[in-house]
């Protein structure tokens, strides 16, 4: 029944030992999942292996950053290929906080995109505006101007997951309500139709994120455009299963 729904757990750099990643992963791995629900989950870059040689199959791991060439000298950085070869099938690319405090740019992002699509990833591309760029009416301006960067350099969007994730509400408490998440995601959907293809517009999941709960999931997921989630905090709780599956709540 229904249909596909994509939920992330972006655990940023929250998780700090093996023994709280081992009691997460072993949550998941009893927990009942709506058939519907793909699940993937981006640890830390030190727990990416753990988690994947722990978790039941059916759920994929993915990096929470990847960088732009296949191999060399760049010092702390960590590719596509090593992450494929080492059985990490994702990676999020363009996460507010590394465009922000790492000052990442819509041309990197859109080169990391491409890189990580090359070496046989799918990216989980998240995209969203400030505070203060909604309050200038500048959202969708915003949003898609982010996006156009990634569909210059990649035309095969099959493999994109993209996540709507304003950043005021993000970590805050501030959940968008559900008329300003489907408005933006419809948004997303006509500007794909317009610049990638009436495929991609049927397609590509496009997921929001930002102060996800078990409380707000299931209005969240109601809407027509809102095919999943990208959550931070509460993934790392054991109600993240009830976030998993409320589509089906
Ligand atoms: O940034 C997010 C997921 O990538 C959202 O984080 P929170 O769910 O903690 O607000």
Known sequence: MGRQF???????????????????????????IDENAEVVIAPPSLYLLLAREHLRKGIEVAAQNVFDKPNG???????????????????????????????????????????????????IL??????EQREAGKTIEVVTNQLKAVADKVKD????????????????GKVATTEQAQEVHAA????????????????TRILYGGSVTEKNSPELAKQADIDGFLVGGASL?????????SNSA
């Not at 072993?26 to 009942?32: F, I, S, T, V």
């Not at 363009?94 to 041309?107: C, F, N, P």
């Not at 709780?237 to 599956?245: C, E, G, L, S």
Request: proline share 2%; hydrophobic share 40%.
């Open 126 to 131: 998240c995209c969203g505006e400030s505070l």
């Open 157 to 172: 969007w099959s493999k994109i997951v993209i996540a709507y994730e304003p950043i005021w509400a993000i970590g805050t």
């Open 73 to 123: 000298a760049f010092t702390g950085e960590i590719s596509a290929q090593q992450l494929k070869e080492s059985g990490i099938t994702w990676t999020l690319v363009g996460h507010s906080e590394r465009r922000v405090i790492l000052q990442e740019d819509d041309a990197f992002v859109a080169s990391k995109t491409k890189a990580a699509l090359d070496g046989g990833l799918g990216v």
């Open 237 to 245: 709780k054991p109600a993240f299963v009830d976030i998993i599956n």
């Open 6 to 32: 994509f939920i992330g757990g972006n655990f940023k750099m929250y998780v700090t030992s093996r023994a709280s990643i081992t009691e997460i992963i072993d949550n998941l791995n009893k927990a009942k």
């Open 188 to 203: 997303i959907r006509e500007w794909l139709k317009k610049d990638v293809s009436s495929e991609a517009a049927e397609k």
